[in-house]
């Protein structure tokens, strides 16, 4: 035990220094939400990485494999063309518009895009980002508390809470470029742990049948790509793994890495970075999650109660019959840093929301920058307290909860608030003002309306509960967006140009 503490302790004191050099470099405001616009490639491509896959990567996903086998594959898929349209398509396009526009944050490029006269489209932006983003987060510091109680047999509620109050330190001071630099950090830990634990236990499985035969044994289904017969509700539960990948093609906390890269020509180098890691990463989270099911259970057995709730304990249980001890401290500071490297992402990203697109730009134009960086931190402080009061409330209400589902709940509100409207407004010059808040709000609303509502009609409820919320609510919020625009239509010279190139 002592070693896993040893382990843990220098993984911290990493960020901790981290942060504390970053702080020096943080002069105003745009280097605290951007890091100065001055990133390169690699810090870049791993951050939105590592931000993008969280907790839900190293526990979720490999859950995810370990309950329904290699169907889950098709996460994969959709993680990989989500995160190719939005390097290859729209990160060059995105970065020329926000340098142009001097944004800093989505709701200033919003704004900007549509020339708005009044404050209704960046007050409906920056409320929805701060309202989901805390949901999100919330996700996040549950399953810190996860992680602790199963990695070091803490109680869920210490752990969450210490390590609420590390991740918080180091983006208190340091910001958006703490947070950049401690995800390449923490995204490295990320893809060498997920990569080099199924081929390190592949070696340990000398004995016994092959893998796929074992698996067939347990249960036929884990084997078959579409994981059953295929059926209307085969097809929608695989639809719902690909649609998964919309969430990279426009979330905030993704994008604002684009805003913060040097130059296009660092988006050129960054793209295959973020392609590779996404491959490999995903691909070995799955596998790994597969392995343990073909290792830790028999046919007949529960995997909810061998492998936990949702199979979300399974890499703990691989790390653990793999490995020697040292090398298990290792993988609890993997698992922290998947967890981490989100709630800092999100939470510099939702404190932008309120003070630079609320306060500073609504309420108080004329406040001096060096006030707006100190209140900056308050805010900060502030919004991650709120999440961890949901945390912990949701954690003591819904014992059955799963990391996987939590997670994409506030990931799909993100994507189907933002994503269309970033995707529209990077093509399309006609697209309006009124079309995109129509985006926003239809988009807004369809994702508890999906998840709440419609679930629950008899006759559809069970083809929308495995196809989720973040197709359809994508879905509406575009149409919503088109409609509109066509009705009220505008127009975006700097888009047209962008066309005229193309």
């Not at 060059?92 to 708005?116: E, N, Q």
């Not at 869920?156 to 958006?176: R, T």
């Not at 970075?273 to 790994?288: E, K, M, W």
């Amino acid at each position: 035990m002592l070693t896993k503490y040893l382990i843990l302790a220098l993984y911290f004191l990493v960020l901790l220094l981290i942060g504390f050099i970053s702080s020096k470099q943080v002069k105003d405001l745009k280097d605290y939400y951007v890091g100065g616009k001055k990133l390169g490639y690699w810090v870049v491509a791993f951050s939105t990485r590592a931000t993008g896959e969280s907790a839900w990567l190293l526990l979720g996903l490999t859950g995810l494999g370990a309950m329904v086998g290699v169907s889950a594959f098709w996460v994969v898929l959709g993680e990989i063309i989500g995160v190719s349209v939005a390097w290859f398509v729209l990160a060059k396009r995105f970065k020329w518009l926000t340098d142009k526009y001097d944004s800093i944050t989505i709701p200033d490029y919003l704004v900007s895009r549509f020339k708005s006269k009044t404050h209704t489209l960046r007050l409906i932006a920056a409320l929805s980002l701060a309202i989901f983003v805390i949901i999100y987060v919330s996700a996040q510091i549950d399953a810190t508390g996860s992680a602790f109680e199963a990695f070091l047999g803490w109680n869920y509620y210490g752990g969450a809470l210490f390590g609420f109050v590390i991740v918080l330190a180091y983006i208190f001071f340091g910001g958006f470029v703490a947070v950049a630099w401690s995800d390449l950090f923490q995204g490295i830990l990320m893809f060498l742990g997920l990569v080099l634990l199924p081929i390190f236990a592949l070696f340990n499985m000398t004995t016994g049948p092959s893998i796929l035969d074992g698996l067939h044994t347990i249960d036929p289904n884990l084997v078959n790509i579409w994981g059953g017969n295929l059926n209307i509700l085969t097809i929608a539960t695989i639809a719902g793994y690909v649609l998964i990948g919309l969430g990279f093609m426009g979330s905030p906390q993704i994008f604002v890495r684009f805003m913060s890269i040097r130059d296009e020509e660092e988006i050129n180098k960054g793209r295959w970075v973020a392609l590779f890691y996404t491959l490999l990463s995903d691909a070995a989270a799955v596998t790994i999650g597969v392995f343990g099911r073909y290792l830790f259970t028999e046919a007949g057995a529960d995997p909810e109660i061998v492998l936990g709730n949702n199979g979300q304990n399974v890499l703990i249980q691989m790390v653990e019959s793999t490995f020697p001890l040292i090398i298990v401290g290792f993988y609890i500071a993997v698992v922290l840093s998947a967890i981490m490297s989100t709630i800092d992402s999100l939470l510099v990203v939702a404190s932008s929301a309120v003070m630079r697109d609320i306060y500073q730009q609504i309420f108080n134009p004329h406040a001096k920058v060096e006030n707006l960086t100190s209140l900056s931190r308050i805010v900060t402080l502030g919004m991650a307290l709120l999440a961890l009061a949901i945390a912990m409330t949701v954690a003591f209400t819904t014992p059955d909860r799963t990391i996987f589902w939590f997670v994409i709940f506030g990931w799909s509100g993100i994507a189907a608030t933002f994503c269309p409207v970033i995707v529209l407004s990077l093509f399309w010059q006609k697209y309006s003002e009124q079309g995109a808040i129509a985006s926003m709000i239809v988009g807004f609303l369809s994702v508890p309306f999906f998840k709440f509502v419609v679930t629950r009609i008899d006759t559809i409820g069970p083809v929308f509960d495995r196809l989720d919320v973040l197709g359809p609510s994508f879905l509406l919020s575009m149409l919503a967006g088109v409609i509109v625009s066509m009705i009220k239509p505008g127009f975006n010279q700097d888009v047209a140009e962008l066309n005229s190139r193309d």
